[in-house]
């Protein structure tokens, strides 16, 4: 089993420090020289270890992949790329605290966009770009794309996936799991794409229109603006990021479906048709709460859009300071941080999905009052739901809200009064980004304490992986053979 992971190591630090070129090609048109350090060496000693493990096991070829080494992968894998991503703060200098630049990277790739920096705009270019591209390799998942880059490890990419891949329910779209990982790749690409012109037909420069298509699909929140979108003051741009933030906030593979002829499949799915009600319920209810802060219906609908789907889908880009909103419209947001966007989708949070299978139990469990000898079953897509599902996302619950717990206690004992504490673990857990009060979308998460940090940082992994990934390694059942 170590072999295998080092190997799958070896690999998905090459490609990681390969994409350290983009930002270096922006320093060198910026005319950057803290590129050479903070990028392009990191990335040859990267090429020089990496290259030489898969030098010494290149004769190990076809090795079975268990269960067991399907956790270690995405697991040390997820950590050391939260690592790796540390390295360019540090050697720019941008970041010196080495708990900050942790937290920052691993915030980064798990799509949680908390943050230490106050003045992001003041970051040399190649940084900026280099963490909002975090959160776009973390988005789609950095073991699916080792995957679909390199079909020919000779181990089972299944297993790796299904430890990645966010929801209760997992399978392939296609016969082969390379195949899938490369067209949900493919998909998440061209959408970066298209997003990128229409920001620069809006009159973003190209830099920033490619980093908040990054920020925004990636469902990350960084932003090249201490404003965030906020600081453009458009109405377009507005528009075209609540377009993109609710449509990386859908499962990928309904994507797949409707290239294939098969949209139906998107319009029958139980978890798209309660995701779309959702946005539209929360930001009508909150453009009539804020109405009076904006003069008319329209301005208060587009800020209410983007912060609903802003934080429904754990983006946390913003245009407006939510904290300073009435209560009310405060409460549906804080609400929403519970939710989360779709199962296979790159949202972080509960996922939808989980509500829906919580509330039709709950359902269930009253109708059998009524009826104790009754039969009911859960029923998804128009088909009954297997009961296993139900076991699944009630034990997930129990866990997820475990670790809001210890968080929270973790937060408090950094500083932070009970209420910033509390949005703060379902910021960082759910990888939303901001929370309210001390943690507010205006605010940032550099004044924890050190040890606080680094347990954050183990918060957004375990949110990021579905929790079990993370801790099943504190189970002396992992440990039995």
């Given at each position: 089993?170590?072999?295998?992971?080092?190997?799958?190591?070896?690999?998905?630090?090459?490609?990681?420090?390969?994409?350290f070129l983009i930002p270096s090609a922006f320093?060198?048109?910026?005319?950057?020289?803290?590129?050479?350090?903070?990028?392009?060496?990191?990335?040859?000693?990267?090429?020089?270890?990496?290259?030489?493990?898969?030098?010494?096991?290149?004769?190990?070829?076809?090795?079975?992949?268990?269960?067991?080494?399907?956790?270690?992968?995405?697991?040390?894998?997820?950590?050391?790329?939260?690592?790796?991503?540390?390295?360019?703060?540090?050697?720019?200098?941008?970041?010196?605290?080495?708990?900050?630049?942790?937290?920052?990277?691993?915030?980064?790739?798990?799509?949680?966009?908390?943050?230490?920096?106050?003045?992001?705009?003041?970051?040399?270019?190649?940084?900026?770009?280099?963490?909002?591209?975090?959160?776009?390799?973390?988005?789609?998942?950095?073991?699916?794309?080792?995957?679909?880059?390199?079909?020919?490890?000779?181990?089972?990419?299944?297993?790796?996936?299904?430890?990645?891949?966010?929801?209760?329910?997992?399978?392939?779209?296609?016969?082969?799991?390379?195949?899938?990982?490369?067209?949900?790749?493919?998909?998440?690409?061209?959408?970066?794409?298209?997003?990128?012109?229409?920001?620069?037909?809006?009159?973003?420069?190209?830099?920033?229109?490619?980093?908040?298509?990054?920020?925004?699909?990636?469902?990350?929140?960084?932003?090249?603006?201490?404003?965030?979108?906020?600081?453009?003051?458009?109405?377009?741009?507005?528009?075209?990021?609540?377009?993109?933030?609710?449509?990386?906030?859908?499962?990928?593979?309904?994507?797949?479906?409707?290239?294939?002829?098969?949209?139906?499949?998107?319009?029958?799915?139980?978890?798209?048709?309660?995701?779309?009600?959702?946005?539209?319920?929360?930001?009508?209810?909150?453009?009539?709460?804020?109405?009076?802060?904006?003069?008319?219906?329209?301005?208060?609908?587009?800020?209410?859009?983007?912060?609903?789907?802003?934080?429904?889908?754990?983006?946390?880009?913003?245009?407006?300071?939510?904290?300073?909103?009435?209560?009310?419209?405060?409460?549906?947001?804080?609400?929403?941080?519970?939710?989360?966007?779709?199962?296979?989708?790159?949202?972080?949070g509960v996922k939808v999905v989980r509500w829906?299978?919580?509330?039709?139990?709950?359902?269930?469990?009253?109708?059998?009052?009524?009826?104790?000898?009754?039969?009911?079953?859960?029923?998804?897509?128009?088909?009954?739901?297997?009961?296993?599902?139900?076991?699944?996302?009630?034990?997930?619950?129990?866990?997820?809200?475990?670790?809001?717990?210890?968080?929270?206690?973790?937060?408090?004992?950094?500083?932070?009064?009970?209420?910033?504490?509390?949005?703060?673990?379902?910021?960082?857990?759910?990888?939303?980004?901001?929370g309210f009060a001390m943690v507010g979308p205006?605010?940032?998460?550099?004044?924890?304490?050190?040890?606080?940090?680094?347990?954050?940082?183990?918060?957004?992994?375990?949110?990021?992986?579905?929790?079990?990934?993370?801790?099943?390694?504190?189970?002396?059942?992992?440990?039995?053979?």
């Amino acid at each position: 089993m170590a072999i295998t992971v080092i190997r799958m190591l070896a690999v998905l630090l090459l490609i990681i420090a390969t994409t350290f070129l983009i930002p270096s090609a922006f320093a060198l048109y910026y005319g950057e020289t803290i590129a050479i350090k903070a990028f392009l060496f990191p990335m040859l000693f990267v090429y020089v270890v990496a290259g030489l493990f898969l030098f010494i096991f290149r004769k190990k070829k076809n090795m079975r992949l268990s269960t067991r080494s399907g956790f270690a992968i995405v697991a040390s894998g997820w950590i050391t790329a939260g690592l790796l991503g540390a390295v360019p703060f540090l050697l720019s200098g941008t970041i010196t605290n080495v708990f900050d630049a942790i937290f920052e990277s691993v915030s980064g790739f798990t799509t949680t966009g908390a943050t230490i920096l106050s003045d992001v705009e003041n970051l040399p270019k190649c940084i900026n770009m280099w963490r909002v591209q975090m959160c776009w390799l973390g988005g789609m998942g950095i073991v699916a794309l080792t995957v679909a880059l390199m079909p020919l490890l000779g181990v089972g990419g299944f297993q790796l996936i299904k430890a990645e891949t966010t929801g209760p329910e997992k399978g392939k779209i296609t016969p082969k799991i390379t195949m899938t990982a490369k067209l949900l790749w493919f998909i998440y690409l061209g959408m970066t794409v298209v997003q990128t012109i229409l920001l620069l037909l809006c009159g973003m420069s190209f830099f920033d229109a490619l980093a908040h298509s990054f920020s925004t699909l990636g469902t990350g929140g960084f932003s090249t603006r201490n404003a965030s979108i906020g600081h453009y003051n458009s109405a377009a741009i507005d528009w075209v990021c609540i377009t993109f933030m609710a449509l990386a906030g859908v499962n990928f593979s309904l994507y797949y479906q409707v290239l294939i002829g098969k949209g139906r499949e998107m319009l029958e799915n139980t978890e798209f048709k309660v995701y779309v009600s959702i946005l539209f319920v929360c930001t009508l209810a909150i453009t009539f709460i804020i109405m009076p802060l904006y003069n008319n219906f329209f301005s208060a609908l587009r800020f209410s859009a983007f912060q609903a789907v802003s934080i429904t889908t754990t983006t946390g880009l913003g245009t407006a300071d939510f904290d300073k909103w009435p209560a009310a419209a405060q409460m549906i947001i804080f609400s929403l941080m519970f939710i989360g966007g779709s199962s296979g989708s790159t949202s972080g949070g509960v996922k939808v999905v989980r509500w829906v299978v919580m509330s039709k139990q709950a359902s269930n469990e009253i109708r059998r009052m009524i009826h104790p000898h009754g039969i009911f079953s859960i029923r998804l897509n128009g088909r009954a739901g297997r009961k296993d599902i139900v076991f699944n996302v009630t034990s997930f619950m129990l866990v997820y809200f475990i670790l809001l717990a210890i968080t929270t206690f973790v937060a408090s004992c950094g500083g932070a009064d009970l209420f910033s504490a509390f949005t703060a673990s379902l910021a960082l857990v759910g990888n939303v980004g901001p929370g309210f009060a001390m943690v507010g979308p205006t605010q940032n998460y550099g004044f924890f304490a050190d040890a606080a940090k680094l347990w954050f940082s183990f918060a957004m992994l375990a949110g990021r992986l579905e929790l079990y990934t993370m801790i099943i390694f504190f189970f002396p059942v992992y440990w039995r053979k």
